[in-house]
């Protein structure tokens, strides 16, 4: 199975650099890796210094990786669901199939589909790891927020279909029966959010020795302890041996359980590009270590 390690922070902490030298050690220890981004503010390319499109592409040896844009998310959701959402819509109501295009463009649909993207990418099998930077915090949290509220939505959507009238006379009469249709969308909703509390997902903070980054590291930590999701540590980026900073470090342990691993990674003169360049970045690290951890 593929073990899926996610990258979540504010924007502009580094999880897009940090995520991407990860997974370039991974690849460079023979694992076969797929480093996916659906931060919609793309940066990945920026970071390995070649364009990377909206589908898988292999940039190293065992490295392969894909920048996911809301637009391509949006045409993939199309593709999947789109005929579904139009069989359900349009046994309730006289819609043709400019409905698809109308639900495509719904508030959550694109950060809904990239948990569900996600979750089919891992479990192809076809990579050993799946690194994954998500979008700044807001939006990341969002995406399980928008997922559980899915998944729970559908079980009363179920309910008042049946009270609508003439539905059931579709059904006998040999329509494609929508029920079915709704139940295995809320089937999948449940098995996406049962996926990132397994132990095939460990989620990584990112942060930076800054008062404003630890708010929000709390924050999120708190959130994903909340859905149940297994975290493997926190990455503490631009590391600098000066007093102020080393203060806020000493209150990320604070609120940390003891033992919580934390990964110190040095502030650099300036921001690492191209593969050479991440493959130094977490040179201190105990990769290893944290490969181990991550295994199933």
Not at 26 to 41: H, K, M, N, P, Q
Not at 51 to 59: C, G, L, Q, T
Not at 116 to 121: N, P
Request: negative net charge; aromatic residues 12%.
């Amino acid at each position: 199975m593929t073990v899926v390690l996610s990258f979540w922070g504010k924007g502009g902490v580094g999880k897009t650099t940090l995520s991407s030298s990860l997974a370039v050690h991974l690849a460079e220890r023979g694992f076969r890796t797929l480093l996916i981004s659906t931060d919609f503010v793309p940066s990945l390319g920026d970071v390995i210094g070649v364009d990377i499109p909206s589908r898988p592409v292999e940039i190293a040896e065992n490295l392969f990786a894909e920048q996911l844009t809301e637009e391509s998310i949006i045409e993939m959701w199309k593709l999947r669901f789109g005929e579904e959402v139009y069989r359900v819509a349009s046994s309730i109501f006289p819609v043709g199939r400019e409905v698809i295009d109308y639900v495509a463009g719904a508030p959550g649909i694109v950060e809904e589909f990239a948990l569900y993207y996600v979750y089919e990418r891992a479990r192809s099998g076809e990579y050993d790891f799946l690194v994954w930077d998500t979008m700044a915090t807001g939006g990341g949290l969002r995406m399980l927020r928008i997922e559980k509220e899915f998944y729970d939505h559908l079980g009363d959507a179920v309910k008042m279909y049946l009270r609508i009238k003439g539905v059931i006379e579709k059904i006998k009469t040999g329509a494609a029966d929508p029920l079915e249709l709704i139940e295995s969308w809320r089937k999948l909703a449940y098995d996406v959010l049962e996926f990132l509390r397994s132990s095939a997902h460990k989620a990584f903070l990112v942060a930076r020795p800054m008062y404003v980054d630890l708010q929000v590291a709390r924050r999120v930590y708190q959130e994903l302890l909340s859905f149940g999701i297994p975290l493997g540590g926190l990455f503490l980026n631009m590391h600098v041996e000066e007093r102020p900073y080393l203060e806020v470090e000493e209150e990320y342990r604070r609120f940390l359980p003891q033992g919580f691993p934390i990964f110190t990674v040095p502030l650099l003169s300036r921001s690492p590009r191209g593969l050479q360049d991440l493959k130094k970045l977490l040179s201190g690290i105990p990769v290893e270590e944290l490969i181990r951890a991550c295994e199933l």
